[in-house]
Structures are given as structure tokens and as C-alpha cells.
């Protein structure tokens, strides 16, 4: 199957279990990545492969008949859908769950996150949240893994094997080196870090994926990393909520596109030359500029300059 066809399937499987109301086939058409740029019949003919498609792998797909609307409604009962209760054996929950940290690698996580907001955007109320961390809901959505450091490290710590990478420290552009003895890769709120030894400082430390500049190289041999016994990765990135400064981008939008950013917009102001600007609230310039670098060519972040320069990096990677 191909990335794609997979994609679309995965979209509709959560606009149907996010909604909480049926969908009719020109809801569902606006709303999944995938059927917005085929023709009606294809689009029919592709809706209704897909339908049975995901029926014959067990999904079931509710057809609700409203007496007062013309077209039938579809969605997923999360409750016809959930598993019921698993148990694992200790080695077996340890490798679902490092599968599942690499499934969330492949993008259908943002995948996941596009189909919700584009759902709320066309303005269909949706369960919030559809998903939740392994074993406490249908899909994990807050992970996006596209930092370009990412596939070295995971490398790097899997083969015990140490790295040299230009790191920008938080609120500095000055950009140093660094040698690291990777421990261990870990998410947080949909963020990524780097928990090791630092070479250069002597100590423990841990990297945000995102500000690291530039490749990754390994150093030496494999196997040398020797990780601490006991030692906690996760209170190394040190994960007690934390409030978040929120800001506002000011971002030129092609007229007649990105409808959803449109909607999610605090403000947006025409402009004569056949743009507008729009003012997106945001706290992670990281996280503003992989969307915004997923528009191509139909938005321009004109500021603050952080974001700025997050978009154009990303574009600059993509290039490259």
C-alpha cells in the first residue's frame, strides 16, 4: 500500500472516530487529505474502496439515516472500535512500545494532527483528545518527529556510539560544538530531546532536537557508550509543566488559500496585491515553521525573526 493510500486511510479512520456527529460523504471529502482534488465520481469511487477496505480489516463504519437530511451520515463508534483489555508480558510491552516511538517517526502522527485541524477548521466539533499516550487512547497525535538530527541520534544511541553536532542554545543564536555520549532519545509534549554525557562541559546534559544546526556525526567506534545504570531520561529533560510564552507571527497569506490557518488566525487584514496578513498566536518557532514550511509557497512569515529564520532553515534542509 502506498504512503499515500495509507495516509488517507489513517485520516479517515479519525476524522470518523473524532467527530461527534455523523459526516456526510461531501463533509468527509472537505474534511480528509487525500479526496479534496478529485472529481465527484472519483471521489466516490474512492470513498467507497476505502470504506471497505477499512471494513474488511475490522473498522466498523456506522451509516446513520437522519429522516430529515438528504445524505447518510458516517462515523466510528470509539466504542465498537476500542480493543478490549491486553495484557503484555514485561518484554513484550517494551518492544510495542519502542515500535510505537518509531511509528510516530513516520510522520502519520502530524498526519493524525492535520486531519483534526482540518476538521475544527471547516468547523465539525471533534472529541478533544482523540488520543492519548500507549494503552490510554486510540492514537498518540502530540509527537512530531521531522528534526533532521533525529534518524542519526536514534542511531547513534542504538549503537552506543558517540556524536559531534552544532548546538544554538535557548535564547542565544551563538552556535557551539558539542560531543556527546547519547543515552537516550525522548519526547516531550511533542518536542524532542537528546539526554547524555557532555564532553565538553563534563556533565549530564540534555539537547532539544530542534536546535541542533546542521548534521550529526558519529565519532569513533560503536559500542563504547556505556549508559548509567538507573539513571531517569526523562527527569534529565526534566518534565514538570512549565507555562509557555505565548506570541503572535504576522504571516502574508496567498488569497484564496490555506483556509485553515485563516481560521485558526487571531486576525486577518486584506492587503491589494493579492496577499493578506494574517497574526497566528504561537510558542514554539520550531513547531510555527514546520507547518508553515508545509505551505510552500503560499505563506511568507514575515516576523518575529526567530520564526522567521525556523521557516527558512527548514525550507533551506528540505532543498538540500
Given at each position: 500500500?502506498?504512503?499515500?493510500?495509507?495516509?488517507?486511510?489513517?485520516?479517515?479512520?479519525?476524522?470518523?472516530?473524532?467527530?461527534?456527529?455523523?459526516?456526510?460523504?461531501?463533509?468527509?471529502?472537505?474534511?480528509?487529505?487525500?479526496?479534496?482534488?478529485?472529481?465527484?465520481?472519483?471521489?466516490?469511487?474512492?470513498?467507497?474502496?476505502?470504506?471497505?477496505?477499512?471494513?474488511?480489516?475490522?473498522?466498523?463504519?456506522?451509516?446513520?439515516?437522519?429522516?430529515?437530511?438528504?445524505?447518510?451520515?458516517?462515523?466510528?463508534?470509539?466504542?465498537?472500535?476500542?480493543?478490549?483489555?491486553?495484557t503484555l508480558e514485561p518484554d513484550e510491552a517494551a518492544v510495542l512500545g519502542l515500535?510505537?516511538?518509531?511509528?510516530?517517526?513516520?510522520?502519520?502522527?502530524?498526519?493524525?494532527?492535520?486531519?483534526?485541524?482540518?476538521?475544527?477548521?471547516?468547523?465539525?466539533?471533534?472529541?478533544?483528545?482523540?488520543?492519548g499516550p500507549i494503552g490510554g487512547g486510540a492514537l498518540e497525535l502530540r509527537v512530531?518527529?521531522?528534526?533532521?538530527?533525529?534518524?542519526?541520534?536514534?542511531?547513534?544511541?542504538?549503537?552506543?556510539?558517540?556524536?559531534?553536532?552544532?548546538?544554538?542554545?535557548?535564547?542565544?543564536?551563538?552556535?557551539?560544538?558539542?560531543?556527546?555520549?547519547?543515552?537516550?532519545?525522548?519526547?516531550?509534549?511533542?518536542?524532542?530531546?537528546?539526554?547524555?554525557?557532555?564532553?565538553?562541559?563534563?556533565?549530564?546534559?540534555?539537547?532539544?532536537?530542534?536546535?541542533?544546526?546542521?548534521?550529526?556525526?558519529?565519532?569513533?567506534?560503536?559500542?563504547?557508550?556505556?549508559?548509567?545504570?538507573?539513571?531517569?531520561?526523562?527527569?534529565?529533560?526534566?518534565?514538570?509543566?512549565?507555562?509557555?510564552?505565548?506570541?503572535?507571527?504576522?504571516?502574508?497569506?496567498?488569497?484564496?488559500?490555506?483556509?485553515?490557518?485563516?481560521?485558526?488566525?487571531?486576525?486577518?487584514?486584506?492587503?491589494?496585491?493579492?496577499?493578506?496578513?494574517?497574526?497566528?498566536?504561537?510558542?514554539?518557532?520550531?513547531?510555527?515553521?514546520?507547518?508553515?514550511?508545509?505551505?510552500?509557497?503560499?505563506?511568507?512569515?514575515?516576523?518575529?525573526?526567530?520564526?522567521?529564520?525556523?521557516?527558512?532553515?527548514?525550507?533551506?534542509?528540505?532543498?538540500?
Open positions: 500500500m502506498s504512503r499515500r493510500k495509507t495516509e488517507r486511510l489513517l485520516n479517515l479512520v479519525i476524522c470518523l472516530l473524532a467527530t461527534r456527529r455523523p459526516l456526510s460523504a461531501e463533509q468527509i471529502r472537505q474534511a480528509v487529505p487525500g479526496y479534496d482534488r478529485d472529481g465527484d465520481e472519483a471521489f466516490q469511487r474512492m470513498f467507497e474502496r476505502d470504506k471497505n477496505e477499512l471494513r474488511e480489516i475490522g473498522i466498523p463504519i456506522d451509516v446513520v439515516r437522519d429522516p430529515w437530511e438528504d445524505e447518510p451520515g458516517y462515523r466510528i463508534d470509539p466504542q465498537s472500535y476500542e480493543l478490549p483489555e491486553i515500535a510505537a516511538q518509531v511509528w510516530q517517526r513516520a510522520s502519520l502522527a502530524e498526519a493524525a494532527s492535520g486531519a483534526l485541524l482540518k476538521l475544527r477548521a471547516a468547523g465539525v466539533a471533534t472529541d478533544e483528545p482523540v488520543g512530531d518527529t521531522r528534526d533532521p538530527a533525529f534518524p542519526a541520534l536514534w542511531n547513534a544511541v542504538r549503537d552506543r556510539r558517540v556524536v559531534r553536532f552544532d548546538y544554538r542554545a535557548s535564547g542565544s543564536e551563538t552556535v557551539r560544538a558539542r560531543t556527546v555520549e547519547p543515552w537516550g532519545v525522548v519526547s516531550r509534549r511533542g518536542r524532542w530531546y537528546l539526554a547524555g554525557f557532555d564532553r565538553d562541559r563534563d556533565a549530564p546534559r540534555a539537547f532539544r532536537l530542534s536546535r541542533i544546526a546542521g548534521a550529526v556525526t558519529a565519532l569513533g567506534r560503536a559500542g563504547v557508550v556505556e549508559v548509567p545504570h538507573g539513571v531517569d531520561l526523562r527527569a534529565m529533560v526534566g518534565f514538570p509543566e512549565e507555562p509557555v510564552d505565548e506570541r503572535v507571527a504576522v504571516i502574508r497569506v496567498r488569497r484564496g488559500t490555506c483556509e485553515g490557518l485563516r481560521q485558526l488566525a487571531r486576525a486577518v487584514h486584506p492587503r491589494e496585491d493579492g496577499w493578506d496578513e494574517a497574526e497566528l498566536a504561537f510558542a514554539d518557532p520550531e513547531r510555527l515553521a514546520g507547518w508553515m514550511a508545509s505551505l510552500g509557497a503560499d505563506v511568507e512569515v514575515v516576523e518575529p525573526p526567530d520564526a522567521r529564520e525556523a521557516v527558512i532553515r527548514r525550507l533551506k534542509g528540505a532543498l538540500a
